[in-house]
Every structure is written in structure tokens, then in C-alpha cells.
């Protein structure tokens, strides 16, 4: 019984370690790396990473896909409208509510990323 106590205890540890370890680059960190990166000013990279996500929001939107060259391709797909109705799901009937169809975004990492992972 103990031992197992001392593995929850060590998975949790580790578990809380990974949460309080690495955060994710917010914009005004990104915006001081390519600033420190190219030798722009900080405000012109803010400006350019605007312009990014305006164009990308809106070749996303006309054309449903957007790719950043090297690092990620952003999609959207229709996901169709289900009935309402009864199912089995594992062995019981269960009550579907209708719902309409609506549009999925997803980005996923070009492989010149996973190359360089």
C-alpha cells in the first residue's frame, strides 16, 4: 500500500512540474523575438503579427485554408447537421438532441516542422 501512495505521489509531482514549467509565447514576446530577430522595432513586429492573424483570419474564412510556410496549416471543414432521434450507444438507447451544422477549424504542423522536432 505504501509504494503505491509514493507513485501517486511522484506522478503528481511530476504532473504539477510540467504545468508550472514551459509557457507558451504571448504576442509581446513574439513580437520581441523578431525584433531582436530582424532588427525591427518592437511595435513594427506588434503590427506585423496583427496583419498576420487579419490576413490568415480572413484567407480562412474566403478560402478555408490558411499556411504559415514552415510552421503550421490551418483548415476548416463543414460538419454536417444530425437528426434527433434514439441510438444504442454501448448497449443502451440513449436520446440524440438535433443539432445544426457548423464549421470546424483545425491547425495542424507542417512536416518541415516535425522535421525539425
Keep these: 500500500m505504501a509504494p503505491m501512495?509514493?507513485?501517486k505521489?511522484?506522478?503528481?509531482?511530476a504532473m504539477?512540474?510540467?504545468?508550472?514549467?514551459?509557457?507558451?509565447m504571448t504576442k509581446g514576446g513574439l513580437a520581441e523575438a523578431l525584433a531582436s530577430e530582424t532588427g525591427l522595432k518592437k511595435s513594427e513586429?506588434?503590427?506585423i503579427v496583427d496583419a498576420?492573424?487579419?490576413?490568415?483570419?480572413?484567407e480562412v474564412k474566403s478560402t478555408g485554408k490558411f499556411v504559415l510556410p514552415g510552421l503550421c496549416m490551418i483548415k476548416t471543414h463543414q460538419k454536417a447537421a444530425t437528426k434527433a432521434g434514439k441510438?444504442?450507444?454501448?448497449?443502451k438507447e440513449v436520446v440524440v438532441k438535433?443539432?445544426?451544422a457548423s464549421t470546424v477549424?483545425?491547425?495542424?504542423?507542417?512536416?518541415a516542422l516535425k522535421k525539425a522536432i
Design 52 to 58: 498576420i492573424t487579419l490576413v490568415g483570419a480572413k
Design 5 to 7: 501512495k509514493a507513485m
Design 9 to 13: 505521489a511522484a506522478a503528481m509531482k
Design 45 to 47: 513586429c506588434s503590427k
Design 87 to 91: 441510438r444504442n450507444m454501448f448497449g
Design 16 to 24: 504539477k512540474a510540467m504545468k508550472a514549467g514551459a509557457r507558451a
Design 105 to 111: 477549424v483545425k491547425a495542424s504542423c507542417v512536416s
Design 98 to 100: 438535433a443539432k445544426p
